[in-house]
Every structure is written in C-alpha cells, then in structure tokens.
Nanobody, 124 residues
Framework: QVQLVESGGGLAQAGGSLRLSCAASGLTISRYAMAWFRQTPGKERELVSH????????YYADSVKGRFTISRDNAKNTVYLQMNSLKPEDTAVYYC?????????????????WGRGTQVTVSS
C-alpha cells in the first residue's frame, strides 16, 4: 500500500521558515516525479513546486520562487520543501504528490498518489 506522509507544518511568523517533509512508503520515489501542492478553502489545489526523479529541473510557482526550495533524498525515500521568508498568503494545507513520469505534471489530475496534507499557517 502506497503512503505519502507529510510533516513539518505548523504556525510560523511572517518572515520565518518551515521545512516540510514527505516520507513515502510502498513506492520508490527514485522512480517518481514528486511535487508539492497547496490548497486554501474555496480554492483549487495549486502547484507549488515539483522535481524530476533525477532531482534536476526543479520548478517553482512564481509566488514562491526565490523563497522555497524543493529537494529529495532518494536513499531516505523522502522529499522536502524548505520554505523561507514566509508570508501570510502562504497559509494553506500543503500536499505531497507522486507521479510516475519523466516530466512532472502541473495539474493535480496528473498525479497518482497523494498525502493527506499538513497545515501551514503564517501569521502577520
């Protein structure tokens, strides 16, 4: 059974940092493109960042570029999202997703496996 378990969310002040982790079991992430999405109530789930299985060519949404960094440790079967210079508008539930594809997708429908999400709240 495939499981993606996010952790590291919580409350942070504006300008602060959080590091999200996504631990995978039941699949080998070295064969998957991995992504982080986020969602706020009443809005569609949006792509924050993705990374190829080769760990190259990371993608970032314009809203987080220069502040967030995605990385992966295939040996630990874990993906990370380092979030710096947090803003109140970063407040959302953050989800980890996996897709068996060379080129990561940009829409939620393209991803096969999902975690349950972790809440990130940034206070001003």
């Amino acid at each position: 059974q495939v499981q993606l378990v996010e952790s590291g969310g919580g409350l942070a002040q504006a300008g602060g940092s959080l590091r999200l982790s996504c631990a995978a079991s039941g699949l080998t992430i070295s064969r998957y493109a991995m992504a982080w999405f986020r969602q706020t109530p009443g809005k569609e789930r949006e792509l924050v960042s993705h990374i190829r299985y080769t760990a190259g060519y990371p993608y970032y949404a314009d809203s987080v570029k220069g502040r967030f960094t995605i990385s992966r440790d295939n040996a630990k079967n874990t993906v990370y999202l380092q979030m710096n210079s947090l803003k109140p508008e970063d407040t959302a539930v953050y989800y980890c997703a996996a897709e068996r594809s060379v080129v990561p997708g940009i829409t939620p429908e393209e991803y096969e496996y999902w975690g349950r999400g972790t809440q990130v709240t940034v206070s001003s």
